[in-house]
């Protein structure tokens, strides 16, 4: 089990980093504190597969409005956490996933534009 690969419009040198993804979602404000709970499990997990940072912001102009993010250090770390994906990774997706609003939540990649 693996989640696809990041779509890119270049090749990305595998050492080059830090990586900084952004996962947005939508979701009723009246589930709030139950969404938070189901995303703590990710964080758990996105760490144990490589992340050295993680958080969870919301948008106070735009209530149900979440982004989470988390850092790893290398393209190619980012990469092997695609393959790290484990049956219990999928449930807390899901679990996660179930509070979303409309289409699924959006990912986007970033990387250091001064790093390596």
Known sequence: ?????????????????????MVEYHIDPNNRIAFLHALGQNSR???RDGAYDWGIFEDPADDGRFIETFLTGSWLE???????VT????ISE???RRFQIGDAPKTTHLISAQGN
């Not at 890119?8 to 595998?14: K, L, M, Q």
């Not at 049956?87 to 999928?90: E, G, N, V």
């Open 1 to 21: 089990m693996h989640w696809p690969n990041p779509v890119t419009t270049h090749a990305i040198e595998g050492d080059r980093g830090p990586v900084l993804v």
């Open 45 to 47: 997990e996105r760490r």
């Open 78 to 84: 980012h990469l092997r956490l695609h393959r790290r």
């Open 87 to 90: 049956k219990a990774d999928r």
């Open 94 to 96: 899901v679990a996660v």
